[in-house]
């Protein structure tokens, strides 16, 4: 394993710690039980790499080849279950104010590091088509907290809140074009400071794309 491989699993890990933390504080937020938290927790952290793969054909895909990830995000989520269990019976209960902040933090992360380790992917499956790597990098980013969103009947974030998905676009964009010109190394670490740059500047300045107004008398047939 050289360093490149190191770095990537590095960065695999702290991504599926990330959103599964992710998918374990909006499961929380929704009063779901343990298997509940562990459950939104894992289909987070791994949903967007399982969607991946099935695109780049990769059978069975790698949350089942390498369970290391399933694994970290399960315990991540019952780790977090069960601090904020303990927490709240203590009689300390400030979750619904740190909500927010949490999971921008949480998501900020993982949505970097899955767009560019996407990218990477399936690049190492053979692929080099420009179109296809952007999409897949950011399927891999998005994907898990779109059916985290899914689940918990919750309108996806993705396609609602501060240039998200388009960080992930942006991001992937500048990963794929700098891999022509730096190695993998720097464009992927590239490519990651772009979409937390990108999000974090989104959410201080309230960054939306346009969007419709409906209002309570309108109608549609």
């Not at 780049?56 to 995000?73: D, E, R, S, W």
């Not at 779109?146 to 809140?161: F, G, S």
């Not at 998905?165 to 990651?192: E, K, N, Q």
Request: aromatic letters at 10%; a neutral charge.
């Amino acid at each position: 394993m050289d360093y490149l491989d190191i770095f990537i699993f590095v960065m695999e890990i702290i991504g599926t710690i990330a959103f599964a933390s992710s998918g374990a504080m909006l499961a929380i937020q929704k009063e779901m039980d343990l298997f509940g938290v562990g459950v939104l927790g894992v289909t987070t952290s791994v949903g967007g790499g399982m969607i991946r793969d099935l695109i780049l054909g990769a059978i069975p895909p790698l949350m089942f080849q390498k369970p290391v990830y399933t694994v970290t995000a399960m315990l991540t989520s019952m780790l977090l279950f069960v601090i904020i269990y303990v927490r709240r019976n203590l009689g300390n209960d400030k979750i619904t104010a740190a909500y927010n902040k949490t999971m921008l933090v949480f998501d900020t992360i993982g949505l970097g590091v899955f767009t560019v380790t996407g990218i990477n992917t399936a690049k190492n499956a053979g692929y080099d088509q420009t179109f296809l790597l952007i999409f897949v990098g950011v399927i891999t980013g998005v994907g898990g907290g779109l059916l985290r969103d899914i689940m918990a009947q919750e309108k996806p974030y993705i396609l609602t809140k501060h240039i998200y998905a388009c960080a992930s676009i942006l991001g992937a964009a500048v990963c794929v074009f700098l891999d022509t010109v730096l190695d993998d190394l720097a464009a992927m670490a590239a490519g990651l400071i772009v979409v937390v740059l990108t999000r974090i500047f989104a959410t201080h300045y309230r960054w939306n794309l346009p969007k419709i107004k409906t209002g309570e008398n309108d109608e549609y047939h």
